[in-house]
């Protein structure tokens, strides 16, 4: 079970969305972390820049370049994240999308073996894409469905 804080109304927030898919996908694990640009800076779910670094694996400034943010990670028993950054501005769009790119490739190259074949199989299907000014990874046990719910929902 977890348990996420949001923002009401109609409109494209990234924790609206993720809140969304968490919820309608099956099989969601329990959040080890959930980080969100509307947290207060002062709490845990936002993301400084030093962790922001650790996740990325790199010098990556997502207040800066994303106009909002929401990241789910799984328990850590599991290889389970869902990074939805929304791109302050089209021209910021590929160094979120190598940021991105960055971080799946370091799960698969470093974190995969570390798994059972059934979580290795879930890492090694991890997928980045975008659209309009959204740039999102997903590792999910469905991310064809996990696709689908995001492109409704922006």
Known sequence: MCLLLTSCGHSAKTSDMMARLVTELPNVPEARMIFYSDANPD???FMTQEYITTIYYQDFELNALCAEYAVFM??????YEIHILK???TSNMPEILSALQTRKDLLQSKHAAAYNP???DVMMT????SKEKFAILLVTTD???AEKIIQKLI
């Open 43 to 45: 709490t845990e779910n």
């Open 74 to 79: 799984g328990s850590s028993s599991t290889p």
């Open 87 to 89: 791109s302050r501005a």
């Open 118 to 120: 059934e979580a290795y």
């Open 126 to 129: 991890a997928k980045v894409f």
């Open 143 to 145: 991310n064809e469905t």
